[in-house]
């Protein structure tokens, strides 16, 4: 067997049999972006749609797609534009940018240096003796700092109106959340999904399509009113996980934690229920599309790695060529987006929560006397009645004096108490607006398909020769059936090969047809793109008593059973969809001998 690593095995069949591949090579291409092809794209569509499937319709959420690039005041809001960085060291020789906290982490055995600080980042370098990739020159004593990844770009004409390509999907959902929340019904809870393009100006993308400077993200957003809402967890349960905490992460023999969604959640080992459940939801979803559970975990972010506006936040990890990559993370945000929104933009991010029952409350009213705010301060006098207004919710006691300070645009005005007309007054109301919480699973679509792939590949022999296959669920694989005449220079087995192709697609299957070579050569070619079953005509199907059949080999197997062409389609929407196991159709039809 090949004695390449698990990355080396997977990027040289990628790009062969048309997974994914550099771009823009006629170019000279450019770090960090890459074209799925044919296989590629059918592959990470699949998976786009099955967690669609899961995440949207199953969970009864909304779906939006938002533009790719938006405005600088939305980024100004949500805290890109000041902490969105990496740390960068450049090299003194080659001017090479490298991402400071990788370098440690590849060459020393600190683990997580995004989550140190600036100076002992460079402290590690120095005490490390790390030199650089490119040239080898000495990266002590160079500075670190940080670097923002967006990219910029000018929305129209000239330069008046700076835009950024999103980092991220969510904030096209928090931004039309006052619009969004209209189509829930104003009602908590409600979820709303965006699967779509991001981007990131990365120092130095690495590992293929695991880092890249654009890549596709599934993201949920879970409003939630934090006093009332609280998940169904009956459903996830019992979904046993293997979790990685940060408690254990900080333990020179840390362990994982194996144990159930209720029982971490009880125990607080996950400390937010909402979370806990998403990663039931999301633990079920990876076995299904096919990751390796026994390379898969969740981890738990340190302190220092953490956002600030999260609460709590555990990331899925799959392990590929020994390393364990992100392809998914689970925070609870708080209300910390949809404040800064509500701050910034024009409009109300919040939700009506009406009481069970009417309350009566004492309320702190201002009716300002514009008449002489008017001609006291002129055009600044509305700017200091709504003033007044909110320093009367803020501190009614501020207006126990003969007068009161506000502030405007840095100046202070002093108004007589009589021209504020304050009053606390009774009123009867049926609610009150709220921020609400939110809960984000974010998925990497680009990484879980890496994940998929790095985990299916496998390798045999077959007949003494030596066999690649992808094992891939069927409900994943770009393509779902290939079909082949025995013999491809026998008019009747391709013509009803074509009718089986045309029954096939008919039927809403993807279909393969190769007359190629041997038909050993095809049945390779098929393993090794992950084509789940190969669908064979031959003389024995067409000129037997019975009717026309077929046989319909399974790829990791290699086994072959004759199935009548009438009932292909039921059988093969069986086995594709998990219904019927391939043993129990070999029990059903007669089982053949199988052709190299």
Not at 66 to 82: C, K, N, Q, R, W
Not at 131 to 157: H, Y
Not at 370 to 385: H, N, R, T
Request: hydrophobic share 35%; aromatic share 10%; charged share 30%.
């Amino acid at each position: 067997m090949s004695e390449r690593t698990e990355g080396e095995r997977l990027a040289e069949l990628a790009k062969r049999r048309g997974y994914f591949f550099g771009s823009n090579a006629a170019y000279g291409g450019a770090a960090g972006f890459y074209t799925f092809g044919p296989q590629g794209a059918a592959l990470k569509s699949n998976v786009e749609e099955a967690w669609r499937d899961r995440f949207t319709v199953k969970e009864g959420n909304l779906e939006i797609e938002a533009p790719t690039i938006m405005p600088e005041p939305v980024f100004e809001a949500s805290g890109h534009l000041d902490g969105f960085d990496d740390m960068l060291v450049e090299c003194p020789e080659c001017g090479e940018s490298h991402r400071a906290d990788h370098l440690i982490e590849d060459e020393t055995d600190v683990e997580d240096a995004e989550s140190y600080p600036v100076e002992e980042v460079e402290s590690l370098i120095a005490d490390n003796d790390l030199r650089c990739p490119n040239c080898g020159a000495e990266l002590a004593g160079e500075s670190v700092e940080d670097f923002n990844l967006m990219f910029e770009t000018n929305i129209g004409p000239g330069s008046s109106t700076p835009g950024y390509l999103r980092p991220e999907t969510a904030q096209g959902i928090f931004v039309e959340f006052p619009r969004i929340k209209e189509y829930a019904r104003n009602s908590l809870p409600f979820g709303v999904t965006q699967i779509g393009r991001a981007y990131r100006n990365e120092i130095s993308p690495r590992k293929s399509i695991v880092r890249t400077r654009e890549f596709t993200q599934a993201e949920l957003e879970q409003f939630v009113d934090p006093e009332r809402d609280e998940p169904d967890l009956s459903s996830v349960e019992d979904v046993e996980v293997v979790l990685y905490p940060a408690e254990e992460q900080q333990k020179d023999d840390g362990e994982y934690v194996e144990t159930t969604i209720g029982e971490a959640v009880e125990e607080g080992v996950i400390g937010n229920a909402w979370v806990g459940y998403f990663l039931g939801i999301a633990q079920g979803w990876y076995e299904r599309i096919g990751v390796d559970m026994d390379r898969f975990r969740f981890r738990q972010h340190l302190t220092g790695e953490r956002a600030h506006y999260a609460a709590d936040c555990w990331d899925a990890e799959s392990e590929v060529d020994g390393d364990w990559i992100e392809i998914a993370g689970f925070a609870y945000r708080g209300d910390y987006d949809l404040s800064k929104h509500g701050e910034y933009g024009d409009d109300e991010f919040t939700v009506f929560r009406q009481y069970d029952e009417p309350k009566t409350v004492e309320r702190a009213v201002v009716e300002p006397d514009m008449s002489v705010l008017g001609p006291e301060f002129g055009g600044q006098a509305a700017d200091i009645a709504e003033a007044l207004e909110t320093l009367a919710e803020r501190d009614p006691d501020a207006f126990e004096g003969d007068e009161v300070t506000v502030e405007v645009d840095g100046e202070e005005f002093a108004v007589d108490a009589d021209v504020a007309n304050f009053r606390v007054e009774e009123q009867t109301i049926a609610g009150e607006h709220i921020t609400p919480h939110v809960v984000e699973p974010s998925f990497g679509v680009d990484r879980t398909v890496y994940t998929l792939l790095a985990h299916a590949y496998s390798e045999d022999e077959v007949d003494g020769e030596e066999r690649t296959y992808l094992s891939l669920e069927p409900g994943v694989a770009p393509t779902d059936v290939g079909v082949f005449p025995l013999v491809s220079n026998v008019e009747e087995l391709i013509d009803r090969s074509e009718d089986v192709v045309e029954q096939l697609r008919d039927a809403g299957f993807s279909v393969v047809y190769d007359d190629s070579g041997s038909i050993g050569r095809r049945y390779r070619r098929q393993d090794e793109v992950g084509t789940p079953f190969c669908v064979t005509v031959d003389r024995d199907g067409l000129e037997g008593d019975g009717p026309d059949s077929v046989t319909v080999r399974a790829r990791d197997s290699g086994r072959q059973v004759r199935i009548p062409v009438s009932e292909l389609v039921g059988q093969l929407r069986a086995l594709s969809d998990g219904d019927r196991s391939f043993d129990e159709v070999a029990q059903q039809y007669e089982e053949v001998t199988a052709d190299a």
